[in-house]
């Protein structure tokens, strides 16, 4: 028989397509010394009570209890990681303010690396512990710093993709925040690209640096054309805002004359190991074009509802080929956790489909078609999220990573309401989707690895 790192045995839910969820009852997860799932076993199959009498007493057979459930670990989109400091708070005027007044202001502040350390440090404890296991961040324009959450992340088993933010215009950037001039912006990230690349060598599940013009409104037209051939030389990942508001869209539209999506397209910053934040405003060919290119779309519902100015038509864009996954946009979204912004995802799908203006008759209130479930919602979390970065992870499927929260449901002080013990296992699902609190994440993995314990 061959030999595993390790053996998982448990009731598992992993996306099957966009809209469907599997169930895994009583699976085993055969996971090889990489993190990687070599195999999975259903109850049925030949070699099940095979593998149970072989590993079920050693060190590293875990058997789930009763009432617990294996999720694949969140993958979010979007944070700002500076932000964090400012969580829950100033949530009260739009984009173009909020930067100055608030925003600008705090990342600035991240020139101090012991004030990073305090804040990153807390953060990436604070996402793991909510079932996030891969993160795609946005640190500060300073370089050190930016380093040092990729460290952290490092350290702590989460599996980050870090961008040193570029900001060069002086025109559209205060000065006491923004890269000093457009060849320093591009000799720091090229900087920091190595960095990190260097970094990964050492590193179990996985660090990368991202090319991060933070929107076109920050940069010049040379820093966008650099930091597209850096993207290039180095197969980075790429990651920006993209037509999220009116402000911004209109904004690049009297810059350029055309939307974010060709302008971004035209400086070589869409590719497949593109995401870009937001994309409420996308037009059909601008959907075109993220399909064509493999750019993905990391949707951040609770952001959007404060700074957005709309909903995103989600169903039309998946419908259209666009990879989308889920993003908390810390600090514009209030909350670290994925389940909240999947929720949220449901709710504005919802809204926007039944319109919100009850002086309008309801077969003008909305936009048909544009709701998606909670089902979709778990897509985007995970499998959809996985397929935007171009890793294998977010399905809990044969050469995935094992990156998983374990999910108690039957916990004393948070118990799900489960009643009947022969209930649907695609019910329960929904209950833990739209029920867990944080406590309910018992342990969270990252590539075979324990990186948290509740
Ligand atoms: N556009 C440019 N910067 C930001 C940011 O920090 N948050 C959001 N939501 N949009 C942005
Ligand atoms: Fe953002």
């Given at each position: ?5 390790q053996?998982?045995q ?18 085993l ?9 070599e ?28 009432g617990?459930?294996f ?24 984009l173009?303010?909020?930067l ?6 705090l ?10 350390d ?17 993160v795609?961040y ?39 925040y ?25 590193t179990?599940q996985g ?23 850096l993207?290039?030389?180095y ?13 911004e869209?209109?904004?690049v ?9 060709f ?40 952001s959007n509802?404060?700074f ?16 989308i ?8 979204g ?26 309008l008759p ?9 709701r ?8 985007l ?14 399905r ?20 799900l309401?489960?009643f ?21 994440i ?6 075979g690895?324990?990186?948290h314990?509740?």
């Amino acid at each position: 028989m061959k030999e595993y790192a390790q053996i998982f045995q448990g009731t598992a839910f992993t996306s099957q397509s966009p809209k469907e969820v599997k169930a895994l009852k009583d699976y085993l997860f055969c996971i090889d010394e990489n993190g990687i799932i070599e195999k999975t076993v259903a109850p049925e199959d030949i070699e099940y009570q095979d593998l149970l009498e072989a590993y079920q007493y050693k060190d590293h057979f875990h058997r789930l209890s009763k009432g617990q459930f294996f999720l694949p670990g969140f993958i979010d989109l979007h944070v700002h990681a500076p932000q964090w400091a400012q969580s829950g708070t100033a949530l009260d005027i739009p984009l173009y303010d909020w930067l100055n007044t608030y925003t600008f202001p705090l990342e600035a502040k991240f020139s101090d690396l012991e004030f990073a350390d305090a804040v990153y440090e807390d953060l990436v404890n604070h996402l793991l512990a909510n079932g996030t296991t891969t993160v795609l961040y946005f640190a500060t324009v300073h370089k050190e710093s930016s380093l040092l959450l990729a460290k952290i992340c490092a350290q702590k088993g989460q599996r980050g993709l870090v961008g040193k933010v570029v900001m060069d215009d002086p025109v559209q950037n205060p000065d006491y925040y923004r890269d000093e001039n457009t060849e320093t912006a591009l000799k720091d990230t090229e900087e920091f690209i190595v960095a990190v690349k260097e970094l990964a060598k050492t590193t179990k599940q996985g660090v990368y640096p991202v090319v991060t013009p933070r929107f076109i409104p920050s940069c010049t037209d040379d820093a966008l054309n650099g930091l597209g051939k850096l993207a290039a030389k180095y197969d980075t990942h790429i990651q920006s805002h993209c037509s999220e508001g009116d402000w911004e869209h209109n904004y690049v539209r009297d810059r350029f004359g055309k939307n974010d999506a060709f302008a971004l397209n035209d400086f070589g910053l869409l590719k497949d190991k593109s995401v870009m934040a937001h994309c409420n405003f996308l037009s059909d060919d601008d959907a075109d074009l993220f399909a064509k290119t493999g750019t993905a779309v990391g949707h951040c519902p609770l952001s959007n509802a404060y700074f957005a100015n709309s909903v995103i038509p989600l169903a039309h864009l998946h419908s259209k080929g666009v990879e989308i996954g889920l993003g908390t946009d810390i600090s514009a979204g209030f909350s670290p956790s994925i389940f909240d912004n999947a929720r949220q995802a449901v709710i504005s799908s919802r809204m926007l489909e039944e319109g919100v203006n009850t002086k309008l008759p309801a077969e003008k209130r909305g936009v048909p078609d544009s709701r998606i479930t909670i089902n979709e919602a778990f897509f985007l979390a995970t499998a959809g999220g996985g397929e935007s970065l171009s890793l294998p992870i977010g399905r809990l499927e044969k050469n995935y990573a094992w990156d998983v929260q374990i999910i108690d449901t039957a916990l004393d002080s948070a118990k799900l309401p489960l009643f009947d013990s022969h209930e649907n296992l695609l019910d329960t699902f929904q209950k833990i989707m739209y029920l867990v609190k944080p406590e309910n994440i018992r342990e969270v993995w990252v590539q075979g690895e324990q990186v948290h314990t509740h």
